[in-house]
């Protein structure tokens, strides 16, 4: 089983960064395939950034450019850098695990982008 805890949301200005963590509780060379997904509130929860089972990266059209997913193996640490924000990124962000073909979530972190 792994376990995954989100940090980093926080209420930022539109054009502001954030870089969102994820820790598992596992080492991450064994977890086949991780990301960041978001929901919005009244909306179904989307992918924003992924490693695949295959070491590539799936982004989403609306992220491209501006959102950086990257990890830190000696870490465990799955990361999302997030930059020039827009009031539409707002929502809970929350990791993803895809390990030995079962999914796991972590409880996610609100990112609040407003004037």
């Known amino acids: 089983q792994v376990q995954l805890v989100e940090s980093g949301g926080d209420l930022v200005q539109p054009g502001g960064s954030l870089r969102l963590s994820c820790a598992a509780s596992?080492?991450?060379?064994?977890?086949?395939?991780m990301g960041w997904y978001r929901q919005a509130p009244g909306k179904e929860r989307e992918l924003v950034a992924a490693?695949?089972?295959?070491?590539?990266?799936n982004c989403a059209d609306s992220v491209e450019g501006r959102f950086t997913i990257s990890r830190d193996y000696a870490k465990n640490t799955l990361y999302l850098r997030m930059n020039s924000l827009k009031p539409e990124d707002t929502a809970v962000y929350y990791c993803?695990?895809?390990?030995?073909?079962?999914?796991?979530w972590g409880k996610g972190t609100l990112v609040t982008v407003s004037s």
């Open positions: 993803n695990a895809d390990w030995n073909g079962i999914q796991y």
């Open positions: 596992e080492s991450i060379f064994r977890i086949n395939a």
């Open positions: 490693f695949t089972n295959s070491g590539r990266t």
